[in-house]
């Protein structure tokens, strides 16, 4: 089992709709989780990162939390063309420093 | 905020020769940088991790002797790709740890390396 799971997809979604990417965890012991977004050729951009059980929304983003079910996840409202690229999710224990990777989720704003 | 920048972003070089990457945190400073690997459609490659100070410390199957990694402050490590053969050529991405209220890691914009 990895130690962290995304579907690669790819996922098409309609522009203007939401976008719903899924990450699962093995590491009972992670505390933060962050998501990242990766446009083809360029390197990682840091989307969000969230500690607490629930929601956290920032803009047209909202990261959910589910430490019980070992599941995070992020939702983008309004999806647009610029929104298509590859989502990275991590996770870490707080004293570890090195962030655990999945193998990232392709997605694609269809206009 | 937490800006992280790399020099160069692209170089070529022939078979043999070294080169060294830097990377830099701008506004903050990391005790601990990170360097991966990533190869065309592949997933991140963790490499190594760099400590401010102390000796990195390379994940498995990583060529300490090849891959040398200097952390002498809290804003730059420099990775140097010692000897490089065609198989190195590989986006290579930095990031530094911010380890304040956020605890995150921010990357560098990459330096892809092209051996001849």
């Known amino acids: 089992q990895k130690e962290v799971e995304q579907n690669s997809g790819p996922l098409s979604v309609p522009e203007g709709a939401i976008a719903s990417l899924n990450c699962t965890y093995s590491?009972?012991?992670?505390?933060?989780f962050f998501w990242y977004r990766q446009y083809s050729g360029k390197s990682p951009e840091l989307i969000m990162f969230?500690?607490?059980?629930g929601d956290k929304e920032d803009g047209r983003f909202t990261a959910q939390l589910n430490k019980a079910s070992q599941y995070v996840s992020l939702l983008i409202r309004d999806s647009q063309p610029s929104d298509s690229a590859t989502y990275l999710c991590?996770?870490?224990?707080?004293?570890?420093?090195?962030?655990?990777f999945g193998t990232g989720t392709r997605l694609t704003i269809i206009p | 905020g937490a800006v992280v920048s790399q020099h160069p972003s692209r170089v070529i070089c022939k078979s043999g020769t070294s080169v060294k990457i830097e990377c830099r945190s701008l506004?903050?400073?990391?005790?601990?940088m990170f360097w991966y690997r990533q190869f065309p459609k592949q997933s991140l490659m963790l490499m190594a991790t760099?400590?401010?100070?102390?000796?990195?410390?390379?994940e498995q199957g990583v060529e300490k002797d090849k891959f040398l990694i200097n952390h002498a402050s809290l804003t730059l490590s420099t990775l140097t790709v010692t000897s490089a053969h065609p198989e190195d050529s590989s986006f290579y991405i930095c990031?530094?740890?911010?380890?304040?209220?956020?605890?995150?890691?921010?990357f560098g914009p990459g330096t892809r390396l092209t051996v001849l």
């Open positions: 590491d009972r012991g992670s505390q933060s």
């Open positions: 760099s400590n401010e100070g102390s000796k990195a410390t390379y």
């Open positions: 991590a996770v870490n224990r707080f004293g570890n420093e090195k962030l655990t």
């Open positions: 969230i500690y607490s059980n």
């Open positions: 506004d903050f400073q990391a005790t601990t």
């Open positions: 990031s530094a740890r911010d380890a304040g209220v956020t605890d995150t890691q921010y």
